[in-house]
């Protein structure tokens, strides 16, 4: 899968508008406080397609609400999809 095919698992995600580059789908989840003991970046994990790009310190927008990008995003599974931790803007 990938792609079209990888572009399709997202469709039902939540909008994604980078402050630069197209608008893409991807899953937001809250992040929990650690994973096999190790501390998590960010208030939020964005869950998106490696066919699109995001990069440290961003800001991005998703679904009305403006986050930056924490860290540099990690491939994950079989390297189709791409995770990175996210800081809600405070204004």
């Given at each position: 899968m990938f792609?079209?095919?990888?572009?399709l698992f997202y469709a039902d995600?939540?909008?994604v508008t980078p402050e630069a580059g197209e608008p893409f789908r991807g899953f937001l989840t809250i992040?929990?406080?650690k994973v096999f003991d190790?501390?998590?970046?960010?208030?939020c994990q964005l869950q998106f397609p490696a066919t699109r790009s995001l990069s440290k310190s961003q800001l991005i927008n998703v679904d009305g609400v403006?986050?930056?990008?924490a860290e540099?995003?990690?491939r994950i599974g079989?390297?189709?999809d791409l995770v990175v931790?996210?800081?809600?803007e405070r204004v």
């Open positions: 792609g079209e095919d990888v572009e995600g939540e909008l992040r929990d406080a190790a501390p998590l970046v960010g208030d403006q986050y930056r990008v540099q995003p990690m079989v390297g189709n931790g996210l800081f809600r």
